[in-house]
C-alpha cells in the first residue's frame, strides 16, 4: 500500500458502513478502536507502526467519517465486521484497545476468520464489573433516553475519565457551550449498551500480549490482571500511569510495549 492511499468505504452484509485506512506495507497490523469507534484514536500508533507494517484501521458505524447506522450495535456483529473487513487476510498483529479489546476477543474465541500470529488485548476487560456498571449507567443517563443530553458535556467527561490524571492542567471542562446531537448520542448509547453487554470467552492458544495503565478511571488495571490470570502464556505490562487513553498519550511507550511484550508472548507460548 501506498502512504497516499485514500480510505475506502466498506459495506458490511448487515448495510453498515464503516470508512477503512490502508496504509503502509509489510506484514499486516490490525488496529480496533474502542467506544468512541474511530480510526483517528490510533493516529500516533499507527504512524509509527505504518513505517514496518501494512496497517488497517476503520472508523466504526456512525463514527467518526462512518454515516449513522440505523441498526443496533453488538460486540459480536462488530466482529462479524472485523472479520468481513479482513476477507481472510491473515493479521500478524490484531490490536484492540477498550471496546475494540471486546471486538478482538470475540474474534478470537469464535474464529471468526484466520487467527493473527499474535494478539494484544489493551485497557479491555472480559467482564464488566459493578464499577464499570455504574459508570456507564451514569455516563448513559447524562444522554437521556431521547438522546437529547448535552453531548458537549458527555465529551468532556469522556476526556476527563480517559485521561491520566497528572496530565490535566485545567478546570474548564464545564465551560463548554450545550450542544445535541441526537445521532451521535444515540450512536454512543446503543455502544455502551452492548459493551456492557460483552461477556468474554476462552481465547486460542496463541502469543498474547495485555496492555493496561494503573491509573485507567475507566477500565481499570484489574480486568487486565484478571484476563492475564485466565489466559497463563500471556505477558501482562501494565504502565503506572496514562489513563485509559494510554495508546494517546503514551504512544512511544505502547510502541515499546508491542515490540518487547510480544516478543515475551511468543516466548511464553513456546513453553
Not at 467519517?65 to 443496533?72: F, I, K, L, Q, T
Not at 476527563?160 to 448520542?185: E, Y
Request: aromatic share 8%.
Amino acid at each position: 500500500m501506498t502512504e497516499d492511499h485514500m480510505p475506502r468505504e466498506f459495506i458490511s452484509k448487515n448495510g453498515a458502513i464503516s470508512i477503512v485506512h490502508d496504509e503502509g506495507q509489510g506484514p499486516l497490523v490490525v488496529l480496533v478502536s474502542g467506544l468512541g469507534g474511530t480510526a483517528a484514536f490510533w493516529q500516533p500508533v499507527r504512524q509509527a507502526l505504518a513505517r514496518r507494517y501494512r496497517v488497517i484501521s476503520f472508523d466504526q458505524p456512525g463514527c467518526g467519517d462512518a454515516p449513522v447506522w440505523g441498526g443496533v450495535p453488538s460486540v459480536s456483529g462488530l466482529a462479524q465486521m472485523l472479520a468481513e473487513i479482513l476477507d481472510g487476510a491473515v493479521p500478524a498483529i490484531m490490536i484492540g484497545h477498550s471496546t475494540g479489546g471486546a471486538i478482538v476477543q470475540d474474534y478470537l474465541s469464535q474464529a471468526l476468520g484466520p487467527l493473527p500470529d499474535a494478539a494484544v488485548l489493551s485497557g479491555t476487560w472480559a467482564q464488566p464489573c459493578p464499577y464499570m456498571k455504574a459508570l456507564f449507567a451514569l455516563r448513559l443517563r447524562s444522554l437521556k433516553t431521547d438522546y437529547s443530553g448535552d453531548v458537549a458535556q458527555y465529551r468532556a467527561m469522556t476526556r476527563l475519565l480517559g485521561a491520566a490524571p497528572a496530565d490535566i492542567l485545567s478546570d474548564d471542562f464545564a465551560a463548554l457551550p450545550p450542544q445535541v446531537d441526537h445521532d451521535f448520542a444515540r450512536t454512543q448509547a446503543l455502544r455502551m449498551q452492548a459493551l456492557l453487554a460483552f461477556q468474554g470467552g476462552a481465547l486460542p492458544d496463541l502469543p498474547l500480549l495485555i496492555l493496561g495503565a494503573a491509573d485507567d478511571r475507566i477500565i481499570p488495571a484489574y480486568h487486565q490482571q484478571a484476563l492475564a490470570a485466565a489466559n497463563p502464556r500471556a505477558h501482562l505490562a501494565v504502565l503506572p500511569e496514562g489513563g485509559h487513553f494510554f495508546p494517546q498519550s503514551r504512544s512511544d511507550w505502547f510502541i515499546r510495549a508491542l515490540d518487547d511484550g510480544l516478543a515475551a508472548s511468543r516466548q511464553k507460548s513456546k513453553q
